[in-house]
């Protein structure tokens, strides 16, 4: 059905020419679903947009084939990919907020497409997107058609990006990285339904991600890129189980999944002992009958209503469960950015529930809780260099200064794992692995004994995941620090955490050692989160 022969992309730039993709070559047959992994910057995300000829101002086919069902892509006039793209090639976005108008209905948006390729008019449009709309299993269609971008879910979202996507029949589908940001079981739904789809529609699909969990569980063949050329491809099972190139073989290595330890995730070569700390019976935080209610259109929303649990000296606590649960609420009011309604947050024996948020930012107990963020790019101001985001809390919570100030700042850079060079580069010219460490150097600046971690690594690719979960682990030995984890990714928590909290509909189902919870899950909830986490192919053990 398509096939790339030796395409080379490249980019203008002010510093000259950029070759993004070089001599990249694959197939895809009818039925298949192909996957294409890599990390950020590999270039496989810029493959697809060649294909589609939606590259930037600035890119250009340098060179290659691009053939679809006969018809040469590269060559094609822009009226002829008009009519290609969405009725015989369609794609899937990665951020499903961003692909759609927020201030156009939803169900208008779907119209928009079957009228543009001729599958609609005026008459019948309405009932024709309501009928994609249901394709994708959603339901109510009609009611939803109505509905603006901001008033549904992040996977409500993506299967209104799905029936764009889907609703002219095209034969072939490219989704790029189709469920970064969701839930684990609305990705397995959002996947099981595109997969559906695919099968029942005997169409082609290419899945673009840097999950290989996920690639494993729904490729039928995969294609390694790395630095824009294609390293290695082969059988999910094969690639997982004997994995040929040095840089498969480290993503394998570095994918979370059942058995694997915290150091198994990085290379072989840099691994050392996982350092000991201790747990201590002493709680440090203490939180009892938590409640949080918001006044809503049809009256109180109850987000939190009854949690209580405990974290003690040295320990890791997981707090996971889907959006919407209630979890990023009760971190919220644990590090004093929301007042509950109710209940006592009592950490090192006071209770914070009595102080306003408000003012806790000059509260002294401040710097004793500290947080860091889950998308490292939105958390740093752009228009700061990583030296004078440490230093902010320096500067507000220690009362530091000129040389002592400076000296700190190269302590907790070295202490991170963060080159000196990089103190006065601003966030734009960090990797995500680099502003991953600015945001953990500036939590721990001020020496707290209680880290809050919001998805601190649901952005990063594997390997980058890898390295940062355990430097987190190294900080919370060497520092003795306690950590809140809060994720939807199991298989990350079990590594990280020693007791797990689950929660749904605000109300905490079941918690117990991450072992327990994890081998040997008491409520059905937490088996069917279980359930969902993709699970790829163990890796052959070292000879």
């Given at each position: 059905m398509l096939s790339i022969k030796d395409l080379a992309v490249a980019f203008r730039t002010r510093r000259g020419e950029v070759d993004a993709v070089r001599g990249?070559?694959?197939?895809?047959?009818?039925?298949?679903?192909?996957?294409?992994?890599?990390?950020?910057?590999?270039?496989?995300?810029?493959?697809?947009?060649?294909?589609?000829?939606i590259l930037d101002a600035g890119g250009r086919i340098k060179a290659g084939e691009a053939t679809y069902g006969g018809v040469d892509l590269r060559r094609a006039s822009e009226r002829d990919m008009q009519g290609i793209r969405g009725r015989e090639i369609s794609m899937i976005f990665q951020n499903p907020r961003a692909a759609l108008n927020p201030i156009r209905k939803v169900g208008r948006q779907i119209e928009d497409v079957l009228r543009r390729h001729a599958r609609a008019d005026r008459q019948n449009g309405r009932a024709e997107a309501i009928r994609a709309m249901e394709a994708v299993r959603?339901?109510?269609?009609?009611?939803?058609?109505?509905?603006?971008?901001?008033?549904?879910?992040?996977?409500?979202?993506?299967?209104?990006?799905?029936?764009?996507?889907?609703?002219?029949?095209?034969?072939l589908l490219v989704m790029d990285e189709p469920t970064t940001g969701l839930d684990i079981t609305t990705q397995k739904a959002v996947m099981e339904l595109v997969t559906d789809l695919i099968r029942a529609r005997a169409m082609s699909a290419i899945l673009i991600t840097h999950d290989l969990g996920l690639a494993a569980q729904y490729c039928d063949r995969?294609?390694?890129?790395?630095?824009?050329e294609i390293v290695e491809a082969g059988d999910p099972g094969a690639l997982f189980s004997r994995p040929a190139h040095a840089y498969t073989r480290k993503l394998v290595d570095a994918t979370p999944r059942a058995g694997a330890s915290i150091r198994s995730l990085l290379p072989a070569e840099?691994?050392?002992?996982?350092?000991?700390?201790r747990i201590t019976d002493e709680a440090l935080l203490e939180v009892r009958d938590l409640v949080k209610t918001f006044a809503g259109k049809s009256g109180p929303v109850h987000a939190v209503r009854g949690v209580s649990f405990d974290v003690k000296k040295g320990q890791s606590v997981g707090l996971v469960g889907e959006s919407g649960c209630g979890k990023s609420t009760t971190s919220s009011m644990v590090v004093r950015l929301l007042d509950p309604t109710s209940g006592e947050i009592r950490f090192e024996g006071t209770d914070l529930a009595q102080r306003p948020a408000a003012g806790f930012a000059r509260d002294p107990m401040r710097s004793r809780i500290q947080m860091v963020f889950q998308d490292a790019t939105d958390s740093l101001n752009p228009r700061h260099t990583s030296r004078q985001t440490i230093a902010e809390p320096l500067r507000a919570m220690a009362g530091l200064r000129g040389r002592a100030q400076g000296q700190r700042i190269e302590e907790l850079a070295d202490l991170?794992?963060?080159?000196?060079?990089?103190?006065?580069?601003?966030?734009?010219?960090?990797s995500g692995g680099q502003k991953a460490r600015v945001g953990i150097a500036r939590a721990i600046a001020v020496n707290p004994s209680f880290l809050i971690l919001d998805e601190p690594t649901a952005a990063l690719d594997v390997s980058i995941q890898a390295i940062v979960l355990n430097l987190l682990a190294d900080l919370r030995a060497r520092l003795n620090m306690s950590y809140l984890f809060v994720s939807h990714d199991l298989h990350v928590v079990r590594l990280l955490c020693d007791h797990v909290v689950v929660m749904k509909g605000g109300e905490i189902v079941e918690q117990g050692s991450a072992e327990q919870v994890m081998t040997a899950p008491a409520d059905p909830y937490t088996a069917e989160l279980l359930s969902a986490a993709p699970k790829p192919p163990a890796p052959r053990a070292a000879a």
């Open positions: 990249v070559s694959f197939d895809v047959a009818e039925g298949e679903v192909l996957g294409i992994v890599g990390e950020s910057g590999s270039g496989k995300s810029v493959t697809s947009y060649a294909l589609m000829r959603i339901n109510d269609a009609a009611a939803r058609y109505d509905a603006y971008p901001f008033e549904l879910s992040g996977g409500m979202c993506q299967r209104i990006v799905c029936a764009i996507a889907l609703a002219c029949d095209p034969r995969l294609v390694v890129m790395k630095d824009g840099v691994r050392t002992p996982e350092p000991p700390r991170v794992g963060l080159p000196r060079t990089l103190l006065d580069r601003f966030p734009h010219q960090l």
